[in-house]
């Protein structure tokens, strides 16, 4: 296999600035369409980078849909905002729920090929109006149940990823509640999250009227929501205009696809984002131990479980030490999903992965407000689509 690692940060090699950023808040949002959130979050992003649409060379739009929305070609809706983003190339891309990242990575190859100096990202979904099942339209990210009816979706599927879990591992049930209790209190701090509620642990454990069993062993506490959204970026290799703040460059980046159907691939194992995060730890030559905060893919919290181990925090099979020893809180030694993640913040699918570098890039810089991890120097990211088939990992990092 080829070696795809790239060093971003080295003599000759244009830095990669996030100048600037966008975001709307999460949650259903029934008062903005598609084309209002897009607009939102591209004028954001040029004022916070301190530019004009005429300093843009190229859009890229990331959008799930599989008929969330009957518009299926939004591509140029971002040229509604501003007139003179008009002629200016713009691309949608689609990844599945790594959708956003997939557009983070698409205008990273742009600006590392020269074709282009500023490249503006958009990543957006609208899913609480749509006309057909959610349920329905997530599972065309799956090799075997793609078409079908679904009451429960993607949760039936982190389900039987989870009694996998549990049958090699043993149960980490009591693990979980303690995943979603941390995101949901670190979701109050922050003013986009779609569920700014402190449920607490013992809510979050109890199975209930108020927390039914979605797909068991899942609580609807174990589950990130149907959420409206959208995050917008600009990533330049132009000279950083606003020196009110430190400034974010991307320091590594890798991504990684694993087979599509899971017959071919071990459940817990997460072998793709294995590729992907080592990828991208390499490209910034850093170790986990290096970094000041997470923000990973959390659309359940099996997830974010098998994640601590995909990152290195733990050993194969011992996930739980990380939440259990408290490594993973805001005052632990590897702050992860201090927005609250997917499971606090939403998971509005192609807007997801510009999220999750928008967040860090406000931690690095400082501006994260009630989130803020003091000192933050060096963030991971990590967002995947599928049942960990398309892997995405970057890492930022501040430069005073």
């Given amino acids: 296999m080829r070696d795809w690692t790239l060093p971003l940060v080295e003599p000759g090699r244009p ?44 859009i890229v739009l990331g959008h799930y849909n599989a008929g969330l929305v009957p518009l299926a070609f939004p591509s140029s809706l971002v040229l509604q905002a501003d007139d003179d983003l008009r002629f200016v190339p713009a691309t949608r891309v689609e990844n599945a729920c790594a959708t956003g990242s997939a557009a983070v990575h698409q205008a990273v190859r742009s600006l590392l090929a020269g074709t282009a100096r500023t490249v503006l990202v958009v990543g957006v979904e609208k899913m609480t109006d749509a006309p057909a099942s959610v349920g329905r339209a997530l599972l065309g990210a799956d090799y075997d149940l793609a078409g079908q009816e679904s009451g429960v979706g993607f ?45 607490g642990y013992e809510f979050c454990a109890t199975v209930s009227a108020d927390n039914p069993l979605v797909a ?18 600009v990533l330049t290799t132009a000279t950083a205009v606003d020196a009110a703040r430190p400034r974010v460059r991307l320091r590594g ?39 000041d905060l997470v923000e990973l893919h959390d659309c359940f919290t099996i997830a974010e479980l098998l994640l601590y ?18 490594w993973v809180y805001r005052d632990g030694k590897l702050p992860v999903n201090p927005s609250g993640g997917l499971k606090a913040k939403g998971h509005p699918i192609g807007a997801t992965g510009v999220s999750q570098h928008v967040l860090a890039a406000m931690q690095l810089s400082g501006t994260a407000g009630d989130m803020q991890i003091p000192g933050a120097g060096l963030a991971g990211v990590f967002n995947m689509g599928g049942v960990g088939v398309a892997n995405y990992a970057s890492v930022l990092e501040r430069v005073d």
């Fill in 216 to 233: 068991a062993p899942l609580r609807r506490t174990d589950c990130s929501p149907v959420s409206d959204g959208a995050a917008a970026l």
């Fill in 15 to 58: 830095e990669i600035t996030l100048a600037g950023w966008g975001h709307s808040r999460f949650g259903k949002l029934t008062d903005q369409s598609l084309e209002q959130l897009i607009i939102s979050v591209t004028r954001q992003a040029l004022e916070s980078a301190q530019i004009t649409a005429q300093d843009v060379d190229e």
């Fill in 309 to 326: 181990e995909v990152i290195g925090l733990t050993e194969q099979g011992k996930g739980a030490q990380a939440i259990e020893e408290g």
């Fill in 155 to 199: 949760a039936g599927l982190f389900a039987e990823i989870a009694k996998a879990y549990f049958e090699r591992y043993g149960d980490v049930s009591d693990a979980m509640a303690k995943i979603a209790a941390k995101n949901h209190r670190n979701g109050m701090d922050n003013p986009y999250a779609h569920l700014r509620r402190d449920l």
């Fill in 253 to 291: 980046i890798g991504q990684a696809n694993d087979f599509l159907p899971t017959s071919r691939r071990d459940p817990v194992a997460f072998a793709g984002a294995r590729a992907a995060w080592s990828r991208a730890l390499s490209s910034a030559g850093v170790g986990v131990d290096d970094l």
